[in-house]
């Protein structure tokens, strides 16, 4: 369902000039499985996500998601795709009812459909207590579920999700990772950005770390383990990029 092969971007910047964000990353991830893109702050994680959401356009190199090519057909790759940002913002006087709708609409689904869609998510969210409340009066846990239910209200058959946890508590992020759990048990493909190493273990069916834009490693949990001597993601994760840096 995602193919990448050779992704690269390169952003000029006056000053610091040639900056390479993705550099020749290839992955795969299939249906019913979750891939997560496990990183630092600035190693291209959201980089990546944006080639793949065609919010961007590669430097060079390939990208599939659901048999659509990023860049020849983009406008089939958003219809199939739900996208979780970092900074989608949310409208503060519309409740989250009026928010689903909306973004319902803007994908082409019918008054009848976004209804069925809207109780789905509530459901699977656990959102009713506040599906009628104006969003400017949520919690940030609230908002999250928010976003993500205008994100998935097409149903789309990819998941790409950056780093849907961040500053949550502990319970509002249990309640995202359980859902991201469910979305792959009915057989989506999700594709997780994200630097905490406790959602990797319980999360990802395959986990690639990313650092200098490049993918340094690549792997089932027990891959990684056995590759770098260590069970702990934490441990593993410094050693590939303590490796990557010594060989630079």
Excluded: W
Aim: proline share 2%; aromatic share 6%; with cysteine.
């Amino acid at each position: 369902m995602i193919a990448v092969r050779g992704l690269t971007k390169i952003f000029r910047d006056k000053k610091r000039g040639e900056i390479r964000a993705v550099d020749d990353v290839s992955f795969t991830c299939p249906a019913g499985r979750i891939y997560g893109l496990l990183g630092a702050n600035g190693a291209g994680k959201t980089t990546t996500l944006r080639l793949l959401a065609t919010l961007l356009q590669p430097t060079a190199g390939e990208a599939s998601v659901a048999d659509c090519d990023v860049r020849t057909q983009p406008e089939q790759v958003r219809s199939r795709i739900g996208f979780l940002a970092t900074s989608t913002a949310l409208y503060g006087r519309l409740t989250a009812r009026e928010t689903i709708a909306y973004f319902g609409r803007l994908n082409g689904l019918s008054d009848e459909r976004i209804a069925a869609r809207t109780r789905e998510l509530a459901d699977e969210l656990d959102m009713h207590e506040f599906l009628d409340r104006r969003v400017e009066k949520f919690s940030t846990g609230m908002k999250q579920k928010t976003s993500i239910a205008r994100t998935l209200v097409h149903d789309p058959a990819v998941l790409v999700f950056d780093e849907p946890t961040l500053g949550l508590d502990v319970m509002a992020a249990r309640a995202i990772v359980r859902f991201v759990r469910d979305c792959r048990d009915r057989g989506k493909t999700v594709l997780y950005s994200t630097h905490v190493m406790s959602e990797v273990e319980k999360l990802c069916d395959t986990i690639g770390i990313i650092h200098c834009g490049r993918l340094v490693a690549e792997g089932t949990q027990a891959e990684l383990a056995a590759r770098f001597g260590d069970t702990d993601m934490e441990e593993i994760f410094v050693r590939a990029v303590g490796a990557t840096e010594a060989n630079a």
